[in-house]
Protein backbone atom coordinates (compact mmCIF):
# COMPACT_ATOMS: atom_id res chain seq x y z
CA UNK A 1 0.00 0.00 0.00
CA UNK A 2 2.86 2.24 0.91
CA UNK A 3 4.08 1.92 -2.74
CA UNK A 4 0.86 2.72 -4.29
CA UNK A 5 0.18 6.48 -2.92
CA UNK A 6 3.49 7.80 -3.87
CA UNK A 7 2.65 6.21 -7.87
CA UNK A 8 -1.34 7.76 -7.39
CA UNK A 9 0.21 11.22 -6.07
CA UNK A 10 2.96 11.09 -8.96
CA UNK A 11 0.17 10.31 -11.23
CA UNK A 12 -2.16 13.26 -10.00
CA UNK A 13 0.99 15.87 -9.54
CA UNK A 14 1.56 14.88 -13.54
CA UNK A 15 -2.21 15.36 -14.59
CA UNK A 16 -2.58 18.77 -12.87
CA UNK A 17 1.05 20.39 -13.34
CA UNK A 18 -0.26 22.49 -16.10
CA UNK A 19 -3.27 24.07 -13.72
CA UNK A 20 -0.96 24.64 -11.12
CA UNK A 21 1.45 26.77 -13.41
CA UNK A 22 -0.83 28.41 -14.96
CA UNK A 23 -2.21 29.43 -11.83
CA UNK A 24 0.58 31.63 -11.21
CA UNK A 25 1.21 32.80 -14.76
CA UNK A 26 0.32 35.99 -15.77
CA UNK A 27 -0.56 37.44 -19.11
CA UNK A 28 2.42 38.71 -21.18
CA UNK A 29 2.21 41.66 -23.35
CA UNK A 30 3.80 40.73 -26.49
CA UNK A 31 6.12 44.16 -27.32
CA UNK A 32 6.84 43.82 -30.53
CA UNK A 33 3.11 44.26 -31.48
CA UNK A 34 2.16 47.72 -29.68
CA UNK A 35 0.88 50.07 -31.76
CA UNK A 36 -1.11 53.81 -31.78
CA UNK A 37 -3.28 53.67 -34.51
CA UNK A 38 -5.09 56.89 -35.70
CA UNK A 39 -8.25 57.53 -37.09
CA UNK A 40 -7.83 58.38 -41.22
CA UNK A 41 -10.94 60.66 -41.18
CA UNK A 42 -10.27 61.99 -37.88
CA UNK A 43 -6.69 61.73 -36.60
CA UNK A 44 -6.93 62.54 -33.65
CA UNK A 45 -9.06 59.37 -32.56
CA UNK A 46 -6.75 57.31 -31.63
CA UNK A 47 -6.72 53.30 -30.50
CA UNK A 48 -4.08 51.37 -28.67
CA UNK A 49 -3.20 47.57 -30.65
CA UNK A 50 -1.01 44.55 -28.90
CA UNK A 51 -0.55 41.49 -28.68
CA UNK A 52 -0.47 39.08 -26.04
CA UNK A 53 0.11 35.50 -24.91
CA UNK A 54 -3.03 34.44 -22.73
CA UNK A 55 -3.55 31.63 -19.88
CA UNK A 56 -5.82 29.38 -19.05
CA UNK A 57 -6.84 30.42 -14.98
CA UNK A 58 -9.11 33.70 -15.43
CA UNK A 59 -7.21 37.02 -15.73
CA UNK A 60 -7.52 40.29 -16.85
CA UNK A 61 -5.26 43.42 -18.77
CA UNK A 62 -5.68 46.80 -17.17
CA UNK A 63 -5.35 49.02 -20.11
CA UNK A 64 -5.03 52.99 -18.80
CA UNK A 65 -4.29 55.73 -21.07
CA UNK A 66 -3.49 59.04 -19.58
CA UNK A 67 -2.25 62.44 -20.86
CA UNK A 68 -0.76 64.48 -17.44
CA UNK A 69 -3.77 63.69 -14.74
CA UNK A 70 -6.78 63.47 -17.42
CA UNK A 71 -7.54 59.76 -18.50
CA UNK A 72 -8.72 59.35 -21.45
CA UNK A 73 -9.11 55.57 -21.80
CA UNK A 74 -9.81 52.77 -19.28
CA UNK A 75 -10.12 49.22 -20.01
CA UNK A 76 -10.37 46.15 -18.44
CA UNK A 77 -9.14 43.28 -21.02
CA UNK A 78 -10.53 39.57 -20.36
CA UNK A 79 -6.88 37.15 -21.61
CA UNK A 80 -8.55 34.06 -20.61
CA UNK A 81 -8.37 31.63 -23.19
CA UNK A 82 -9.77 28.27 -21.67
CA UNK A 83 -8.51 26.39 -25.02
CA UNK A 84 -4.81 28.30 -25.81
CA UNK A 85 -4.69 27.07 -29.75
CA UNK A 86 -2.13 30.43 -30.92
CA UNK A 87 0.99 31.53 -29.20
CA UNK A 88 -0.50 34.90 -28.66
CA UNK A 89 -3.76 36.74 -29.39
CA UNK A 90 -4.36 40.63 -30.24
CA UNK A 91 -6.54 42.94 -28.53
CA UNK A 92 -7.23 46.39 -29.81
CA UNK A 93 -8.85 48.98 -27.21
CA UNK A 94 -12.02 51.51 -27.71
CA UNK A 95 -11.41 55.03 -29.10
CA UNK A 96 -10.19 57.47 -27.35
CA UNK A 97 -9.08 61.51 -28.23
CA UNK A 98 -5.52 62.79 -28.57
CA UNK A 99 -4.47 65.33 -31.05
CA UNK A 100 -0.93 65.46 -29.74
CA UNK A 101 0.34 62.11 -28.46
CA UNK A 102 3.61 63.47 -27.51
CA UNK A 103 1.92 63.84 -23.56
CA UNK A 104 0.51 60.22 -23.43
CA UNK A 105 1.43 57.80 -21.05
CA UNK A 106 -0.25 54.45 -21.47
CA UNK A 107 0.24 52.01 -18.64
CA UNK A 108 -0.87 47.90 -19.42
CA UNK A 109 -0.42 45.97 -15.98
CA UNK A 110 -2.09 42.04 -15.65
CA UNK A 111 -3.90 41.17 -12.68
CA UNK A 112 -5.27 38.08 -11.54
CA UNK A 113 -9.41 37.19 -11.32
CA UNK A 114 -11.98 38.48 -12.57
CA UNK A 115 -11.43 42.78 -12.59
CA UNK A 116 -8.33 44.89 -12.90
CA UNK A 117 -8.45 45.96 -8.61
CA UNK A 118 -6.21 44.75 -6.21
CA UNK A 119 -2.75 43.54 -6.86
CA UNK A 120 -1.37 43.18 -10.32
CA UNK A 121 -0.08 39.58 -10.99
CA UNK A 122 2.96 41.25 -12.58
CA UNK A 123 5.07 44.31 -13.57
CA UNK A 124 3.04 47.11 -15.98
CA UNK A 125 4.26 47.98 -19.06
CA UNK A 126 4.61 52.02 -19.34
CA UNK A 127 4.24 53.15 -22.21
CA UNK A 128 5.34 57.09 -22.68
CA UNK A 129 4.21 58.12 -26.44
CA UNK A 130 6.43 60.92 -27.60
CA UNK A 131 9.54 59.83 -25.03
CA UNK A 132 13.19 60.03 -26.48
CA UNK A 133 13.56 56.34 -28.37
CA UNK A 134 16.12 53.99 -26.44
CA UNK A 135 17.98 53.73 -29.75
CA UNK A 136 20.62 56.36 -31.79
CA UNK A 137 21.14 55.78 -34.97
CA UNK A 138 24.43 57.38 -36.80
CA UNK A 139 23.43 55.78 -40.51
CA UNK A 140 20.80 54.60 -42.02
CA UNK A 141 20.98 54.19 -45.81
CA UNK A 142 18.02 52.60 -48.33
CA UNK A 143 19.55 51.27 -52.10
CA UNK A 144 17.28 49.76 -54.63
CA UNK A 145 18.86 46.46 -55.89
CA UNK A 146 16.52 45.68 -58.65
CA UNK A 147 13.25 45.12 -57.30
CA UNK A 148 14.42 44.95 -53.54
CA UNK A 149 15.64 47.73 -51.22
CA UNK A 150 18.53 46.84 -49.02
CA UNK A 151 18.30 48.51 -45.99
CA UNK A 152 21.15 49.04 -43.40
CA UNK A 153 21.56 51.09 -40.72
CA UNK A 154 23.90 51.36 -37.76
CA UNK A 155 23.37 52.57 -34.29
CA UNK A 156 25.26 53.97 -31.74
CA UNK A 157 23.40 53.88 -28.34
CA UNK A 158 20.66 50.59 -27.86
CA UNK A 159 18.85 50.58 -24.75
CA UNK A 160 17.09 47.89 -23.77
CA UNK A 161 16.30 47.24 -27.38
CA UNK A 162 15.25 43.35 -28.39
CA UNK A 163 15.62 43.73 -32.22
CA UNK A 164 14.27 46.28 -34.96
CA UNK A 165 10.74 45.51 -37.13
CA UNK A 166 10.57 46.80 -40.58
CA UNK A 167 7.18 47.34 -42.14
CA UNK A 168 6.38 48.20 -45.98
CA UNK A 169 3.43 49.89 -47.63
CA UNK A 170 3.14 50.20 -51.50
CA UNK A 171 0.78 53.54 -50.91
CA UNK A 172 1.21 56.19 -47.89
CA UNK A 173 -2.62 54.37 -46.65
CA UNK A 174 -1.25 53.31 -43.05
CA UNK A 175 -2.04 49.54 -44.29
CA UNK A 176 1.50 47.85 -43.41
CA UNK A 177 2.89 44.58 -43.69
CA UNK A 178 5.65 43.38 -41.25
CA UNK A 179 8.60 42.20 -43.56
Keep these: MKKVIPI ?3 FFSLLFIDKVQAQGS ?3 IVYSSFTITAN ?3 PCQKRISFDYIPTVEEKRMGLLVTNGTTT ?3 ECVDVTKK ?3 EPSYSY ?3 IFTAC ?3 GLTITITPYNGASCAGLACGPAAVYLAGATLPVSLTSFTANREYNKVNLQWQTDIEINSQGFAIEKSMK ?3 NRSLL
Excluded: D, K, V, Y
Aim: with cysteine; net charge neutral; glycine share 8%.
Design 8 to 10: LLL
Design 26 to 28: CPQ
Design 40 to 42: SFN
Design 72 to 74: LLS
Design 83 to 85: RIE
Design 92 to 94: TSG
Design 100 to 102: NTS
Design 172 to 174: MTG
